[in-house]
C-alpha cells in the first residue's frame, strides 16, 4: 500500500512537470525566437553532432531536440527514460542538475547533469563524446584524458561547489540556486563547437558570467588580439612556427577568444573567492594596472622591468616586441582540471613539463617557468636549475654574487651544493621578495629584499 501511494505521488508529479515541460517550451519558443536560432546553431542543437540520448524512449527525436536533456516526454511509453527514479529535477532535466552536498570534489556521474554524457565511460550519448584538455584541443599535446568529468578528477580542479556558490552570489540575474557550476561559464543553448574548429572562434564554446545569454569570443572586440595587441600566442606542441590555438602560422590572438576578459569577471582585483580545496580565499588578480614594481601582473598588462631572459617565440616575436608582452591565463592554466597543481597546464609553449607539479610550496615550479624562461643551460650550466637569472645576470640578477651567508637564502644541507629555494615564496599572482623581510621562515635575508614584483 505504502508503495501505491508513492506511486500516485511520483505520476502528480510528473504530471506537473510535463505542464511545466509545455510552458518551457513555450517561453523559448515566444521570448527567443532568435535564440531558437542560436540553438541550432549550437553544439547541442546541431542536427549531425547534437544531443542524442541513447535510449530508446527516445530513440523517434531526432538528434538536437531539447528532449534529450529536458525530460518533456517522460511519460510517453509509460516509461522513464535512463537514468530514471528519484524525485523530478529542475528545469525539467533529465537527472539533478548539481549535487550541492559535494563540496570538496572527486566527482562521480551523478554530481553533475553534464557528465551524464561528458564523460569518457558510460556516456549517455550516441556513440559517446571525446573532450581532450586544453593542452591538447588546442595545444597539441598528446592526449591524456578524454572526458569532462575525468579532467575534473584530476589533481587541481576548478572546485564546482565553489563555483556554484560564488556564481549564486554575484551572478544571480541567470544564476539561481538551482543552476549547474558549468552554466556559470558555459550557456549550454548556445555553446559551440570550438574543438571542430579550433582556429575560429566564431565556433567559440564558453559565454561570460557577465553576459551569460551570448557566446564570447564569437564576435570582434572579443578575442585576445583586441585585449591586447601585445599578445605572442605560444608555439603550438612540437613546432617552431605555427601557433596555438590551432597549428597556424597566426601568432596575434586574433583567432582565440579573449579569455583574460573572460576569467577576469571572477579573478580581478576585487572579488574575494573562496576555495574550500586550498581551504582560504585566493589571491586576488590584478590583469590591468601598470607601473612596474607597484603595479599587477607582469605577465599580464603590467610591463616586465628588466631585460628579459626568455625563450622563443618571444625572444623573437614577431610582433617586433622584446617586452611589454601580455600572456593569456589559458597560457598556463586548463580551464577544468589538471594533473598539476592550480590548473597548470601540462603542456606550454609547445613542450610537456619536465613532470608533474603535485605540490605548491616547491622547487618544481622550474619545470613551468622553465618553457619559456632560460634556465641554467643557456649560459652554460645545468638544465633546470635558475641560478643565472637570480645571481649572475649582469643585467638584472636581484642577488648579484652570489651574495654571501649562502644558507641565509638556501637553508642548510651539507654534501655541497645550495639547496634551491621553493619558487612560490615569491613567484605568485601579486608577489613580491618580501618572505626576505620575514624572520618566521628562510629566505630570510633583509637587505636583499628588493621589492620587485615577481609576477
Ligand atoms: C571557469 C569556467 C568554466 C567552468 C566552470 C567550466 N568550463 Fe568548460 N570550458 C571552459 C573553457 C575556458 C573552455 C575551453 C575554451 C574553449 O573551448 O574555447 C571549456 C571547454 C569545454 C568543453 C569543450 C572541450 C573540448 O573538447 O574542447 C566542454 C565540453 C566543456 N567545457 C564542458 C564543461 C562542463 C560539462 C563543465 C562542468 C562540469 C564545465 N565545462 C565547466 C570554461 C569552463
Ligand atoms: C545539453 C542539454 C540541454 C539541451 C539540449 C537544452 N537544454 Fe534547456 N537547459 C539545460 C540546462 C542544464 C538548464 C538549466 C540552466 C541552469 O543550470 O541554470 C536549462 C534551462 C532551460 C530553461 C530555463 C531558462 C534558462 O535558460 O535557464 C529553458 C526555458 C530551457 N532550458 C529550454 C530549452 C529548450 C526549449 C531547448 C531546445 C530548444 C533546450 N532547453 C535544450 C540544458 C539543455
Ligand atoms: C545528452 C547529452 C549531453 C548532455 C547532457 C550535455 N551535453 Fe554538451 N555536448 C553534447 C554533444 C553531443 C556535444 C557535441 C559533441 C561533439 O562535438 O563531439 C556537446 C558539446 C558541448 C560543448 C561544445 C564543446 C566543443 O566542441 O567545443 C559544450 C561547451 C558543452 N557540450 C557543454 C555542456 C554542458 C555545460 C552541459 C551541462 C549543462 C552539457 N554539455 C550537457 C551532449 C551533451
Ligand atoms: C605565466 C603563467 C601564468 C599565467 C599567464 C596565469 N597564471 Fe594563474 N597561476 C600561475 C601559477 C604559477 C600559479 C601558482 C602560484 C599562485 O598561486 O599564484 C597560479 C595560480 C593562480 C590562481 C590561484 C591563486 C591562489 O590563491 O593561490 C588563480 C585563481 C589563477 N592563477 C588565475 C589566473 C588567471 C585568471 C589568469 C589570467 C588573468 C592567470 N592565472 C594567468 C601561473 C599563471
Ligand atoms: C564563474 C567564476 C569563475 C570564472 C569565470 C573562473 N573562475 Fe577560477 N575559480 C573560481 C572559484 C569559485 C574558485 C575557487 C574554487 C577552487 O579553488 O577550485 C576558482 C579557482 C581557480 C584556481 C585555483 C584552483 C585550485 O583550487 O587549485 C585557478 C588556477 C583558477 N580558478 C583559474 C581560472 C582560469 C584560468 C579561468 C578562466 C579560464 C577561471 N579561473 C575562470 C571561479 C571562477
Ligand atoms: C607561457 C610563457 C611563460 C611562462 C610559462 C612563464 N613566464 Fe614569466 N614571463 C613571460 C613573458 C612573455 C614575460 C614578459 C612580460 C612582459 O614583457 O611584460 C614574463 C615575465 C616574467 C617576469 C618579469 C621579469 C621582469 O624583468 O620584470 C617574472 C618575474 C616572471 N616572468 C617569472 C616567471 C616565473 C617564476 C614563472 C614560472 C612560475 C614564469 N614566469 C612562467 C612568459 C612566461
Ligand atoms: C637573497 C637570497 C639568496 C642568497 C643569500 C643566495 N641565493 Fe642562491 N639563489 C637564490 C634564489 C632566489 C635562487 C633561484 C631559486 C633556486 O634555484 O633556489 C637561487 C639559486 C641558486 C642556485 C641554483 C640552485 C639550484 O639547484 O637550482 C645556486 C647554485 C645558488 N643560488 C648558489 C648560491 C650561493 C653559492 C650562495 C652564497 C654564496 C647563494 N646562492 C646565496 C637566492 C639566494
Ligand atoms: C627570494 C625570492 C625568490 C625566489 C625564492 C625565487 N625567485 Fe625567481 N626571481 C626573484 C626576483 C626578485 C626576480 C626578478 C624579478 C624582476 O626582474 O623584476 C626573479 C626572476 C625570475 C624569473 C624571470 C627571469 C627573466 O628575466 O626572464 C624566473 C623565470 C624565475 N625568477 C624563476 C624562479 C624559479 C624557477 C624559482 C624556484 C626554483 C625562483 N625563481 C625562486 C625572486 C625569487
Given at each position: 500500500m505504502e508503495t501505491n501511494v508513492v506511486y500516485a505521488i511520483q505520476r502528480k508529479i510528473k504530471e506537473k512537470m510535463k505542464v511545466l515541460a509545455i510552458v518551457l517550451g513555450l517561453i523559448l519558443s515566444f521570448s527567443l525566437p532568435a535564440g531558437a536560432g542560436n540553438y541550432s546553431l549550437s553544439a547541442h542543437g546541431d542536427a549531425a553532432n547534437g544531443v542524442k540520448r541513447n535510449v530508446t524512449e527516445l530513440s523517434s527525436y531526432v538528434q538536437g531536440n531539447c528532449a534529450h536533456c529536458h525530460e518533456q516526454h517522460a511519460s510517453i511509453n509509460g516509461a522513464e527514460p535512463t537514468p530514471s527514479g528519484g524525485a523530478p529535477s529542475g528545469f525539467c532535466l533529465f537527472a539533478d542538475n548539481f549535487n550541492t552536498t559535494n563540496t570538496t570534489g572527486s566527482y562521480l556521474q551523478s554530481d553533475d547533469f553534464c557528465f551524464y554524457c561528458h564523460t569518457s565511460l558510460n556516456s549517455l550519448q550516441s556513440g559517446g563524446i571525446t573532450n581532450y584538455d586544453y593542452s591538447t584541443t588546442f595545444g597539441g599535446a598528446t592526449a591524456s584524458v578524454t572526458g569532462i568529468l575525468d579532467a575534473f578528477n584530476q589533481t587541481s580542479f576548478h572546485n564546482l561547489y565553489d563555483v556554484y556558490n560564488f556564481a549564486k552570489n554575484n551572478f544571480s540575474s541567470f544564476f539561481?540556486?538551482?543552476?549547474?557550476?558549468?552554466v556559470a561559464c558555459h550557456n549550454p543553448h548556445l555553446a559551440r563547437r570550438n574543438k571542430a574548429n579550433p582556429t575560429d572562434p566564431s565556433y567559440t564554446a564558453i559565454s561570460r558570467p557577465t553576459a551569460h545569454s551570448q557566446l564570447w569570443?564569437?564576435?570582434?572586440?572579443?578575442r585576445m588580439s583586441d585585449y591586447t595587441t601585445n599578445y605572442q600566442a605560444p608555439y603550438y606542441y612540437n613546432s617552431t612556427s605555427t601557433y596555438e590555438p590551432?597549428?597556424?602560422?597566426?601568432?596575434?590572438?586574433?583567432?582565440?577568444?579573449d579569455y583574460d576578459t573572460f576569467c577576469t569577471d571572477c579573478h580581478n582585483s576585487t572579488n574575494t573567492i573562496y576555495s574550500t580545496t586550498l581551504g582560504r580565499n585566493l589571491y586576488k588578480i590584478d590583469w590591468v594596472t601598470a607601473g612596474?614594481?607597484?603595479?599587477?601582473?607582469?605577465?599580464?598588462?603590467?610591463?616586465?622591468t628588466t631585460s628579459l631572459n626568455i625563450k622563443d617565440p618571444f625572444a623573437t616575436s614577431p610582433l617586433g616586441i622584446s617586452i611589454g608582452f601580455v600572456l593569456s591565463c589559458l597560457d598556463c592554466h586548463e580551464p577544468h582540471g589538471s594533473p598539476n597543481v592550480m590548473l597548470i597546464r601540462r603542456e606550454v609553449n609547445g613542450g610537456d613539463l619536465a613532470?608533474?607539479?603535485?605540490?605548491?610550496?616547491?622547487?618544481?615550479w622550474s619545470y613551468l617557468c622553465g618553457r619559456c624562461h632560460k634556465d641554467d643551460s643557456y649560459y652554460g650550466g645545468y638544465a633546470g636549475k635558475f641560478e643565472y637569472i637570480h645571481h649572475l645576470d649582469p643585467d638584472d640578477a636581484p642577488y648579484p654574487g652570489p651574495p654571501s651567508r649562502c644558507g641565509w637564502c638556501h637553508g642548510g644541507g651539507g654534501g655541497g651544493g645550495k639547496p634551491p629555494i621553493p619558487c612560490n615564496r615569491c613567484h605568485f599572482h601579486g608577489g613580491n621578495d618580501s618572505c626576505l623581510l620575514d624572520s618566521s621562515n628562510l629566505p630570510y635575508y633583509p637587505s636583499l629584499y628588493t621589492g620587485r614584483r615577481c609576477f
Open positions: 539561481t540556486a538551482s543552476s549547474n557550476p558549468c569570443g564569437d564576435d570582434s572586440g572579443e590551432g597549428n597556424t602560422a597566426t601568432y596575434n590572438g586574433s583567432n582565440m577568444p612596474g614594481e607597484s603595479g599587477g601582473d607582469k605577465h599580464g598588462q603590467n610591463s616586465a613532470g608533474n607539479i603535485t605540490a605548491f610550496d616547491t622547487v618544481y
